[in-house]
């Protein structure tokens, strides 16, 4: 009987994906090796224990002659909804504001507790003959009200800083897709396109110069006389400055004013009349909305790909990696279905993480607008420096090494490239724990 019994056990990963099962109840009993319980039917337990668990092979579903399992309708919509993919709830996100280690703003922590629950809205799905659609129809309305408030905040870099701070202090690989990442990406795309929108006024539409008396900095020790430089940007940084002064003591405030200078080094090569490629866009308040709708929405497709894809702890396959190059083309699928058909938000979404027909997927054979690579740059910056189930997080530098790389292959061109480092720099986390406890409020 002893010999039946040892049998009978088969490990619960020849037979089922741990990860599906990952804190879930167990549809069986499941057991040691030496027949001994360790968890029952129902119950949740963590997929490191599930992959070295067993189960008894009568308790396995029934067959059919080929070998398939044999399972009802209702069977295969519970499995549907168990793959499914799921992030953490807004309460769970909400919650950990109150875990931060520095108190920002109130009124920018109640406008973002605001946003956490409009971004969960906007990825609400339902299930409809195994088919994943999206339930709410408030996202051009939700999206327009995010932009509008991103679009106010970033006129003051104490409070911005404390905005995307908070994101960062919470954001993990359990809230990435449905939360984090989308509302990253729009305020780095709304700050980026300001920047742009400042640089192509002053120097382009209108002679709003002022002038610059560059700095001494250990990377750019050389003396110049003033030289001209947007009047607009040139108040934006005085801010800046201020805030950085506010937030930090002495020595981490100098190392960022330092950096802040080398790039005002950097955009003195552009020059009154130039025009480029990124100065192109309208820069208005229409423009910074379908951005923030493109920025929001761009992996909403992704929510047609199940748990055991997106939350896999090793590299993809080939064929994994090719099914996760679909989920622009699904993120446009699924707004169509609940109405949202205005074709730049589209447009741009399907743009994300493409620079040309050479790089980045899906392949265009029309050039990209201006506004998708802006969006693709934060994508990009946002990804690199997050921490997600299936890729290491890289560092800061790294991240902007990469895009400067972007640069040098002319995919991207001069102001798009310097606007990216100066918001990157501006609101990057590598000193976050070394902020005062209290912002001072602009």
């Given at each position: 009987?002893?010999?039946?019994?040892?049998?009978?056990?088969?490990?619960?990963?020849?037979?089922?994906?741990?990860?599906?099962?990952?804190?879930?109840?167990?549809?069986?009993?499941?057991?040691?090796?030496?027949?001994?319980?360790l968890?029952?039917?129902?119950?949740?337990?963590?997929?490191?224990?599930?992959?070295?668990?067993?189960?008894?092979?009568?308790?396995?579903?029934e067959?059919?002659?080929?070998?398939?399992?044999?399972?009802?309708?209702?069977?295969?919509?519970e499995?549907?909804?168990?793959?499914?993919?799921?992030?953490?709830?807004?309460?769970?996100i909400?919650?950990?504001?109150?875990?931060?280690?520095?108190?920002?703003?109130?009124?920018v922590?109640?406008n973002?507790?605001?946003?956490?629950?409009?971004?969960?809205?906007i990825?609400?799905?339902?299930?409809?003959?195994?088919?994943?659609?999206?339930?709410?129809?408030?996202?051009?309305?939700?999206?327009?009200?995010?932009?509008?408030?991103?679009?106010?905040?970033?006129?003051?870099?104490?409070?911005?800083?404390?905005?995307?701070?908070?994101?960062?202090?919470?954001?993990n690989?359990?809230?990435?897709?449905?939360?984090?990442?989308?509302?990253?990406?729009?305020?780095?795309?709304?700050?980026?396109?300001?920047?742009?929108?400042?640089?192509?006024?002053?120097?382009?539409?209108?002679?709003?110069?002022?002038?610059?008396?560059?700095?001494?900095?250990?990377?750019?020790?050389?003396?110049?006389?003033?030289?001209?430089?947007?009047?607009?940007?040139?108040?934006?940084?005085?801010?800046?400055?201020?805030?950085?002064?506010?937030?930090?003591?002495?020595?981490?405030?100098?190392?960022?004013?330092?950096?802040?200078?080398?790039?005002?080094?950097?955009?003195?090569?552009?020059?009154?009349?130039?025009?480029?490629?990124?100065?192109?866009?309208?820069?208005?308040?229409?423009?910074?909305?379908?951005?923030?709708?493109?920025?929001?929405?761009?992996?909403?497709?992704?929510?047609?790909?199940?748990?055991?894809?997106?939350?896999?702890?090793?590299?993809?396959?080939?064929e994994?990696?090719?099914?996760?190059?679909?989920?622009?083309?699904?993120?446009?699928?699924?707004?169509?279905?609940?109405?949202?058909?205005?074709?730049q938000?589209?447009?741009?979404?399907?743009?994300?993480?493409?620079?040309?027909?050479?790089?980045?997927?899906?392949?265009?054979?029309?050039?990209?607008?201006?506004?998708?690579?802006?969006?693709?740059?934060?994508?990009?910056?946002?990804?690199?420096?997050?921490?997600?189930?299936?890729?290491?997080?890289?560092?800061?530098?790294?991240?902007?090494?990469?895009?400067?790389?972007?640069?040098?292959?002319?995919?991207?061109?001069?102001?798009?490239?310097?606007?990216?480092?100066?918001?990157?720099?501006?609101?990057?986390?590598?000193?976050?724990?070394?902020?005062?406890?209290?912002?001072?409020?602009?």
């Amino acid at each position: 009987m002893e010999a039946k019994q040892e049998q009978e056990l088969v490990f619960f990963s020849t037979k089922f994906n741990p990860n599906h099962y990952d804190n879930k109840p167990l549809p069986f009993d499941v057991f040691h090796q030496s027949g001994a319980f360790l968890a029952t039917k129902g119950t949740k337990i963590s997929k490191e224990k599930l992959k070295i668990a067993f189960v008894k092979s009568n308790d396995l579903p029934e067959t059919d002659g080929s070998g398939q399992t044999v399972v009802s309708k209702d069977e295969r919509l519970e499995s549907f909804l168990s793959e499914a993919y799921q992030e953490e709830k807004a309460e769970v996100i909400e919650a950990r504001l109150e875990e931060i280690d520095f108190e920002p703003v109130a009124d920018v922590k109640k406008n973002l507790r605001k946003n956490i629950y409009e971004i969960k809205e906007i990825f609400q799905k339902k299930i409809i003959d195994n088919t994943i659609q999206l339930s709410s129809k408030n996202n051009p309305v939700i999206s327009k009200n995010i932009a509008s408030y991103l679009r106010n905040i970033i006129q003051f870099p104490a409070h911005a800083s404390d905005y995307i701070e908070m994101i960062q202090a919470v954001k993990n690989e359990e809230n990435y897709i449905t939360f984090s990442h989308g509302l990253s990406v729009s305020f780095y795309a709304v700050a980026i396109a300001k920047k742009l929108q400042m640089l192509r006024d002053d120097f382009c539409v209108r002679e709003n110069l002022g002038r610059w008396l560059p700095i001494k900095t250990l990377k750019n020790p050389k003396i110049y006389s003033p030289q001209p430089f947007s009047n607009q940007l040139l108040k934006y940084i005085d801010n800046q400055v201020f805030g950085i002064r506010g937030k930090y003591k002495a020595p981490v405030a100098q190392l960022l004013t330092e950096r802040l200078y080398d790039t005002m080094h950097e955009y003195l090569q552009i020059k009154p009349g130039s025009m480029f490629q990124s100065f192109r866009p309208a820069y208005d308040l229409a423009m910074e909305e379908n951005l923030v709708v493109a920025a929001i929405n761009s992996d909403i497709g992704k929510l047609c790909l199940p748990n055991s894809l997106l939350n896999k702890p090793e590299s993809l396959t080939e064929e994994e990696w090719k099914n996760i190059k679909e989920h622009p083309i699904n993120s446009v699928a699924k707004l169509k279905e609940i109405g949202n058909h205005k074709p730049q938000p589209l447009v741009y979404i399907l743009g994300h993480h493409n620079f040309s027909n050479k790089i980045g997927y899906p392949i265009f054979n029309k050039a990209l607008p201006e506004e998708s690579k802006i969006i693709s740059v934060a994508d990009i910056y946002d990804a690199m420096t997050s921490r997600r189930h299936y890729a290491q997080k890289k560092s800061h530098s790294e991240a902007i090494n990469y895009i400067k790389e972007l640069y040098e292959k002319e995919y991207i061109d001069f102001p798009l490239y310097i606007t990216a480092v100066h918001t990157f720099d501006e609101y990057n986390h590598e000193y976050i724990r070394e902020r005062n406890k209290k912002t001072v409020s602009v």
